[in-house]
Antibody
Framework: EMQLVESGGGLVQPGRSLRLSCAAA????????MHWVRQAPGKGLEWISG????????AYADSVRGRFTISRDNAKNSLFLQMDSLRPEDMAFYYC??????????????WGHGTMVTVSS | EIVLTQSPATLSLSPGERATLSCRAS??????LAWYQQKPGQAPRLLIY???NRATGIPARFSGSGSGTDFTLTISSLEPEDFAVYFC?????????FGRGTKVEIK
């Protein structure tokens, strides 16, 4: 069974950092692009970053560019999101999602259950 | 940034009825549009990609159509498990964007 499991969420003060991880299983991780998508409680979905299979193409939403860094370790079937200079508006569930494609960003066909990030003093 | 506008915000229907959900893009996205279903407390699930292709395991009662700026998700006959929120998403240009969602509720 294909699955994604996020970890690393929690309560953090504004201005501090947090690193999210996503462990993949049940599919060839290095065959696919991967993404982070977030959702504030009771709100809609916001794509925040994507990375192709070989990390050759990386993209960010304007809201996080310069503060968040996406990376992957294909040998460990893992995706990461380093979040620096966190703001209250970054508070959300963070989902790891698998793309249908390896070389481009298309649609998200497998999702993790999400990890909650709370930014508050 | 391409803005996706979904309508209606809420659709109140009974099981067995047909549901028609709309997604309009602020500029052409060709057929680079996907639809997702999300139930409370769950992650989204991909239903349709490239405007009209059903994802793996998605029942035939779900269908997508459209191109350019106007798209439709149709559920031919609502089952109890179909009452949820539906989002559209474009991949035509970065950033990838989602619509705000349409909630399909039981009438």
């Amino acid at each position: 069974e294909m699955q994604l499991v996020e970890s690393g969420g929690g309560l953090v003060q504004p201005g501090r950092s947090l690193r999210l991880s996503c462990a993949a299983a049940g599919f060839r991780f290095n065959d696919y692009a991967m993404h982070w998508v977030r959702q504030a409680p009771g709100k809609g979905l916001e794509w925040i970053s994507g990375i192709t299979w070989n990390s050759g193409t990386i993209a960010y939403a304007d809201s996080v560019r310069g503060r968040f860094t996406i990376s992957r370790d294909n040998a460990k079937n893992s995706l990461f999101l380093q979040m620096d200079s966190l703001r209250p508006e970054d508070m959300a569930f963070y989902y790891c999602a698998k793309d249908r494609s390896s070389t481009w960003f298309e649609a998200f066909d497998i999702w993790g259950h999400g990890t909650m990030v709370t930014v508050s003093s | 940034e391409i803005v996706l506008t979904q309508s209606p915000a809420t659709l109140s229907l009974s099981p067995g009825e047909r549901a028609t959900l709309s997604c309009r893009a602020s500029q052409s996205v060709s057929t680079n549009l996907a639809w997702y279903q999300q139930k409370p407390g769950q992650a989204p699930r991909l239903l349709i990609y490239d405007a009209s292709n059903r994802a793996t395991g998605i029942p035939a009662r779900f269908s997508g159509s459209g191109s350019g700026t106007d798209f439709t998700l149709t559920i031919s006959s609502l089952e109890p498990e179909d009452f949820a929120v539906y989002f559209c998403q474009q991949r035509r240009s970065w950033p990838l964007t989602f619509g705000r969602g349409t909630k399909v509720e039981i009438k």
